[in-house]
């Protein structure tokens, strides 16, 4: 039986609002609701928030082509290239993470560290903020500036050519 990428989309999602607590708002309204409540409470912890529906789809997809090759044996494979994968620039598949903006940029500039330049590898572990909640540093951060630590952004050495320029096929 082939199902549409849309019907898993679909199924997906609706599983993501069973868990986070109500099939019948938006997954996005759910994470607003979450969010609000953190706040509320002054316990504002991002990995328990429910993904953004751009970030749970991709999930899904991924989820779905790992489910269609135990169920096939591998013997009807699906292009991972349409169930959230993409190819690096060396050959080999990596997740989607999202292919929507993580945050707002306003929201980005939110988050920044405040660490310590004089320790070694500064922004290497999980007590850097940006670093936990996934972000790259950035020139706000407090002594960083997101260009002395670990948790720099990576330099981008072309002269404005996109990443996403390879095709799907």
């Known amino acids: 039986m082939r199902v549409s990428t849309n019907e898993v989309i679909e199924a997906g999602l609706s599983l993501f609002q069973h ?3 109500d099939k019948t708002k938006a997954l996005e309204t759910l994470r607003f609701l979450s969010y609000s409540r953190m ?3 002054k316990k504002l912890n991002p990995s328990r928030l429910p993904p953004a529906t751009s970030s749970a789809t991709e999930h899904i997809l991924r989820s779905y082509l790992q489910y269609h090759n135990w169920v096939t ?3 009807a494979s699906l292009n991972p290239l349409y169930y959230g994968w993409e190819m690096s620039s060396k050959g080999y598949y990596r ?11 306003a929201m980005l500039n ?3 560290c405040n660490c310590s330049v004089e320790i070694e590898n500064p922004c290497q572990y ?3 903020s940006c670093r936990k909640y996934g972000f790259k540093c950035l ?4 002594q960083c500036h997101g260009s002395s630590c670990t948790n720099a952004p990576e330099r981008q050495e072309d002269s404005g050519e996109s ?3 390879e095709e799907m096929g």
């Open 39 to 41: 706040i509320a409470k």
């Open 73 to 75: 044996l591998d013997t």
């Open 95 to 105: 997740p989607i993470p999202t292919k929507a903006a993580i945050a707002p940029a």
């Open 126 to 128: 999980l007590r850097c």
């Open 163 to 165: 990443n996403n320029s």
């Open 110 to 112: 939110l988050i920044c």
């Open 19 to 21: 868990i986070y607590g």
């Open 139 to 142: 020139p706000a951060c407090g």
